[in-house]
Every structure is written in C-alpha cells, then in structure tokens.
C-alpha cells in the first residue's frame, strides 16, 4: 500500500502550521481532502518543495505562475491523459530532482532536455473529448510555454541561490542566540 499523511502529519513534516498549509493548497489550486482526508508521498514532497521555496524568499505570486506553467507544459505533452486522477500532475512528484528533465514542483521527467533538443509533443497517450481547434491555433506552443517556464525557473533559481548565505547566517544567529534547546523541543 501506498504511504499516505495527513494534513497533521504534513504540516508537523514541513513545520508549518494547518493554516500555512492550506494556505498552500488554496493558492496553488490544489485539492483538499475533507476531515481525516489522506494525502500521497508525492502530494507531500509537491508541498515540501513549495514551503522551501517560500523559505528562500521565492514569492507565492511566482510559485503559482511556475506551476501553472509546468501543468500548461504537461498538458501540451499530454501527460495529463495518463490518469483520470485529479492531482495527475502531482504522479511523479519525488524528491529527486534533475532540473535538466524534470520539471522543478511536479517532478514530472518529460523525456528530453529542458534546455534545448527535440520535443515530441504530438502523442496523445489516451482518449480526451476532441476539441474544435488544436493548441497551437489557439496559440499554445510548446516552446513558448517552456521558454516562457525556463525564463521563471531561471529567476527562481537566481533568487533561491543569492538567498542562500541570508539562510545560512540567520541560522549561524539562531544557533548562537537559541542554542540547541529550539531544535530539541521540535523532536517532541
């Protein structure tokens, strides 16, 4: 069986609060599971990279355009006709990362270099309602889309990396000042 959390387990996980958390999911457009509702490991490891973000100064506004990018992107390679799930987005979220062919929130390795090399965009994996016009009329591209997303992530990264040494001397601060009494009491 599939490990699964709850919005407990995912909050105390992530040490955020409820709140923060459905804050997250609210934001984000994700679905919230009702009382007692259980979550996937890939939902939480979608969330864990949101709150990292978030910690490295990345603003909410720019974690949204990113994700909607990235599910634009997926939908263009029509990945999201490989499962009914509503959260088919979120089915190869992992903790591993290889930003080279894997999309940074959903995981998802779309099978060729981001930066550059062929796309096979036109597989369609399964049935969908047929539309009266294709992508490209209505003026989706797939490279535009993942130009438009390699442009953001490539901020977001920038921004992630400059953040790193505030990170690392409000933490050097932490330690001195609090000592290691705050991190014993979060075992608890």
């Not at 979120?90 to 290889?98: F, R, T, Y």
């Not at 490279?143 to 409000?170: D, G, H, M, P």
Request: contains cysteine; proline residues 2%; charged residues 20%.
């Amino acid at each position: 069986m599939a490990e699964s959390f709850t919005l407990s387990e995912i909050s105390r996980i992530c040490g955020k609060t409820q709140v923060y958390i459905r804050n997250l999911h609210k934001n984000l457009g994700l679905p919230v599971n009702g009382n007692g509702g259980e979550y996937g490991a890939n939902y939480l490891h979608f969330i864990l990279k949101a709150v990292n973000l978030r910690t490295c100064g990345i603003p909410l506004e720019d974690i949204e355009v990113l994700f909607a990018r990235e599910k634009s992107v997926l939908r263009l390679l029509k990945m999201d006709a490989l499962s009914s799930s509503p959260t088919w987005y979120l089915d190869q979220c992992g903790e591993a990362i290889n930003l080279d062919r894997q999309l940074l929130l959903t995981g998802y390795d779309v099978g060729f270099s981001l930066s550059g090399g062929a796309i096979q965009a036109n597989l369609d994996f399964g049935n969908r309602e047929p539309e009266l016009f294709n992508s490209r009329e209505m003026g989706e591209d797939i490279r535009r889309v993942l130009n438009e997303y390699l442009k953001l992530l490539a901020s977001i990264k920038s921004r992630a990396t400059r953040e790193n040494s505030v990170l690392q001397q409000a933490l050097d601060w932490s330690r001195a000042v609090f000592g290691n009494h705050q991190a014993a009491g979060n075992k608890t």
